[in-house]
Nanobody, 126 residues
Framework: QVQLEESGGGLVQAGGSLRVSCAASGRGFSIYARAWFRQAPGKEREFVAS????????TYADSVKGRFKISKDNAKNTLYLQMNNLNPEDTAVYFC???????????????????WGQGTQVTVSS
């Protein structure tokens, strides 16, 4: 079993920056691609960014490309999402997710995820 725990959410003004983290514990060696999703009130959960196990392959949603950066520290089994130039439309609960499918280089949909964290709230004020 794998546990994912997010941290680092909070309140920030538009134009500001925030970094959220996701620590994996348990059978962390069994997870491959990892990703960030977000869900705003009344909306479906949407893909934000994904990283391969090595961190060498990353993908981003068009809405965050150039502003957000996904990275990982394999020694700490921790995934990060650096968010810059935030705007109110980025307000959501941010979830990290992971897959144990070794064939996946990246994650794009919720159906590809086997593990989820509990989420961390990010609020951007205008």
């Amino acid at each position: 079993q794998v546990q994912l725990e997010e941290s680092g959410g909070g309140l920030v003004q538009a134009g500001g920056s925030l970094r959220v983290s996701c620590a994996a514990s348990g059978r962390g060696f069994s997870i491959y691609a990892r990703a960030w999703f977000r869900q705003a009130p009344g909306k479906e959960r949407e893909f934000v960014a994904s990283s391969s196990r090595s961190g060498g392959h990353t993908t981003y949603a068009d809405s965050v490309k150039g502003r957000f950066k996904i990275s990982k520290d394999n020694a700490k089994n921790t995934l990060y999402l650096q968010m810059n130039n935030l705007n109110p439309e980025d307000t959501a609960v941010y979830f990290c997710a992971a897959s144990f499918d070794e064939r996946l280089l990246s994650i794009k949909t919720t159906y590809e995820c086997d593990y989820w964290g509990q989420g961390t709230q990010v609020t951007v004020s205008s």
